[in-house]
């Protein structure tokens, strides 16, 4: 019974999550099939064909392939258990992960975005996703090196979230595929609330847990005692 009573939603949702960032990518990978030689047909490459040996497929091919060990990567690198058990693992994968991203994933990215099937909307909202990505790494990697840890681990966090970025638009497309439904707001909205909104939802818990904090610190206890001296000398 202690063990059913310990399966809370905050102990399953970091599970439930992993699974389908795996079950995602999983789908990804499988559709290689159509990228490798290129299916003009195919629904990402319909229409693309005018342009792809044009340098869009250097961009194309990159992100195939980083895209996936990013995800993978950051799902065992943001893992807490892993980075105290294993520290110099956790720093050999960090590395790597740093390079993938910076040199490969937001590269690729920012140039795929020029060429967004939904108009300039979606390209700058691409684009601003791709910049923002790098930069939450490069905050990422700078704090490391200075060993501010605890930020350092708040800006790898961000970085996590804006990759997932890539599965949240998947799970918006596969919905939208199966209902029909044609216009193409809802996928202009998706380049933007795809990063935008789970990165608003994880500042806000950040915030919350940060002052859950120091509600529970000994200065804001002292604090709340200074003040209700205050008023009793008032009163």
């Given at each position: 019974m202690k063990k059913l009573d310990s399966i809370t939603l905050p102990n399953l949702l970091p599970f439930?999550?992993?699974?389908l960032i795996l079950r995602v990518t999983f789908a990804v990978v499988l559709n290689y099939r159509d990228y490798l030689p290129p299916?003009?047909?195919s629904d990402f490459l319909q229409d693309r064909e005018q342009y792809f040996w044009k340098g869009y497929h250097w961009a194309f091919y990159t992100h195939l392939a980083?895209?996936?060990m990013?995800?993978?990567l950051g799902m065992i690198l943001i893992s807490d258990r892993f980075r105290l058990k294993f520290p110099k693992w956790h720093r050999g994968l960090g590395r790597i992960q740093a390079v993938n991203v910076l040199f490969l994933v937001a590269p690729s990215g920012l140039l795929m975005a020029y060429r967004a099937m939904t108009g300039p909307i979606a390209a700058v909202g691409f684009a601003l996703l791709a910049i923002t990505t790098a930069a939450c790494m490069a905050m990422g990697w700078r704090t490391a090196v200075q060993r501010r840890f605890a930020e350092h681990?708040?800006?790898m966090q961000r970085c996590f979230v804006l990759l997932c970025s890539a599965v949240v638009?998947?799970?918006i497309g596969g919905?939208?595929?199966v209902i029909d439904y044609g216009p193409a707001w809802p996928y202009q909205a998706a380049a933007w609330?795809?990063?935008l909104v789970p990165l608003a939802v994880y500042e806000f818990s950040q915030r919350s847990v940060r002052r859950a904090g120091w509600l529970a610190s000994p200065r804001a206890a002292e604090a709340r005692q200074m003040h209700s001296s205050a008023g009793r000398a008032l009163t």
């Amino acid at each position: 019974m202690k063990k059913l009573d310990s399966i809370t939603l905050p102990n399953l949702l970091p599970f439930v999550t992993a699974l389908l960032i795996l079950r995602v990518t999983f789908a990804v990978v499988l559709n290689y099939r159509d990228y490798l030689p290129p299916n003009f047909e195919s629904d990402f490459l319909q229409d693309r064909e005018q342009y792809f040996w044009k340098g869009y497929h250097w961009a194309f091919y990159t992100h195939l392939a980083s895209g996936p060990m990013s995800l993978i990567l950051g799902m065992i690198l943001i893992s807490d258990r892993f980075r105290l058990k294993f520290p110099k693992w956790h720093r050999g994968l960090g590395r790597i992960q740093a390079v993938n991203v910076l040199f490969l994933v937001a590269p690729s990215g920012l140039l795929m975005a020029y060429r967004a099937m939904t108009g300039p909307i979606a390209a700058v909202g691409f684009a601003l996703l791709a910049i923002t990505t790098a930069a939450c790494m490069a905050m990422g990697w700078r704090t490391a090196v200075q060993r501010r840890f605890a930020e350092h681990r708040r800006w790898m966090q961000r970085c996590f979230v804006l990759l997932c970025s890539a599965v949240v638009v998947r799970v918006i497309g596969g919905l939208l595929t199966v209902i029909d439904y044609g216009p193409a707001w809802p996928y202009q909205a998706a380049a933007w609330g795809s990063w935008l909104v789970p990165l608003a939802v994880y500042e806000f818990s950040q915030r919350s847990v940060r002052r859950a904090g120091w509600l529970a610190s000994p200065r804001a206890a002292e604090a709340r005692q200074m003040h209700s001296s205050a008023g009793r000398a008032l009163t």
